[in-house]
């Protein structure tokens, strides 16, 4: 197994901007203190939905929205773009999604199945529970 590479971008009060990488295995645990320390260091509590606008990048938006609200249960790629786009109002092609979903699997995010109706993901098991600071996953969550 190869090492697993995570980064975090995000600005803190005064607008200095702050990168985090983690560059090998990644646990739950190692998000969590991660996040912590965003939270500590940006003065954002992890609640607020602000907290999921740390990057302006749409992979860090996209991964932050999958650990939060997709954790719980499989889901497609369409799952992914329409709870992305009701996070962040913001339209995002399911191509860009799809391709986005296949370097979270290989980073060790999540695992990808093979189903009659086409592939579905799921985080991975150690990553499966809400983060701290994180609410459970919305209820509204689509379903396909």
Known sequence: ???????????????????????GPVSREKV???LDLVEMISG?????????????KKL???????????????FTSSDAKKTFEATFSEKIPLS???TYLSRLVDRGLLQKQAQNEGLRYSVMP???????????SSPQTPQS
Request: proline share 12%; aromatic share 4%.
């Open 44 to 56: 954002t509590p992890l609640s607020s939905p602000a907290a999921l606008h740390v990057s302006s």
């Open 126 to 136: 150690g990553l499966q529970q809400p983060l701290p600071g994180y609410p459970p």
């Open 1 to 23: 197994m190869h090492p697993r590479k995570l980064k975090i971008e995000f600005y803190d009060t005064d607008g200095v901007r702050h990168s985090i990488t983690i560059d």
């Open 96 to 98: 860009t999604v799809s």
């Open 60 to 74: 860090d938006r996209l991964t932050s929205t999958i650990l939060t609200r997709l954790n719980t249960k499989p």
């Open 32 to 34: 969590g203190k991660i």
